[in-house]
């Protein structure tokens, strides 16, 4: 079973629109969650990194949250734009590894 | 891609045959890593490396090889072995094994190398 789940597995949202994608993981003990962006064809590129003692932080239009009691973080993507069509990957490190989640795939139209 | 280059980006080979694809990174990371991306999955980590001369089998090493000779690259090896080799393949390297004792050590990614064999 994957250690880190990823929903929606794809969404497609109008310009302009907020998003929220969720990530659960079962990664334990738990160092830290990055969020990435991959658009198509390209490597993943880091938004932003929680570490237990985070709740949230932000990236310009992108913010992220994180519940480690409950194992849940979430991207939040406000007022999207056509560049935000990617896929977001949430990676949870602990236990002197990394799990990749299978990717958030993100489709913005005008 | 952050001083990451791969090439080439778009390679297709016969069945059969070996194909090597190239890293090379100028961000004087000590580690660096292979991964595997199919259509629906995460990435899957092929194999690592934390130092030069020395490397380490990942989730999937199977039918791949690898060297690192110099710290800025970490070429991989599609061997005749590998079942499926038809994949989206991706480099990436930090300044420390990103698993190890830094916890904010990023792994940079490069623009990855997708294999087709035919």
């Known amino acids: 079973k994957n250690q880190v789940e990823q929903s929606p597995q794809s969404l497609i949202i109008l310009e302009g629109k907020n998003c929220t994608l969720q990530?659960?993981?079962?990664?334990?003990?738990?160092?830290?969650l990055r969020w990435y962006k991959q658009d198509t064809g390209r490597g993943p590129v880091s938004l932003t990194i929680m570490t237990f003692s985070e709740n949230t932080k932000s990236n310009g239009r992108y913010t992220a949250t994180l519940d480690a009691d409950t194992k849940q973080s979430s991207l939040h993507i406000t007022a999207s734009q056509l560049s935000d069509s990617a896929s977001y990957i949430c990676v949870v490190r602990g236990n002197n590894r990394l799990a990749f989640g299978k990717g958030n795939q993100v489709v913005v139209i005008p | 891609d952050g001083g990451i280059t791969q090439s080439p980006k778009y390679l297709f080979r016969k069945e059969g045959q070996n194909v090597t694809l190239s890293c090379e990174q100028n961000?004087?990371?000590?580690?660096m890593y292979w991964y595997r991306q199919d259509p629906g999955q995460g990435l899957r980590l092929i194999y690592y490396?934390?130092?030069?001369?020395?490397?380490q089998k990942g989730d999937i090493a199977e039918g791949y090889s690898v060297s690192r000779e110099k710290k800025e690259s970490f070429p991989l090896t599609v061997t005749s072995a590998q079942k499926n080799p038809t994949a989206f393949y991706l480099c990436?390297?930090?300044?420390?094994?990103?698993?190890?004792?830094?916890?904010?050590?990023?792994?940079?990614f490069g623009p990855g190398t997708r294999l087709t064999v035919l």
């Open positions: 990530c659960n993981y079962t990664v334990s003990p738990f160092s830290n």
């Open positions: 990436a390297s930090s300044s420390g094994l990103a698993g190890g004792l830094n916890l904010y050590n990023e792994q940079f």
């Open positions: 490396s934390q130092i030069v001369n020395d490397f």
């Open positions: 961000l004087n990371h000590d580690a």
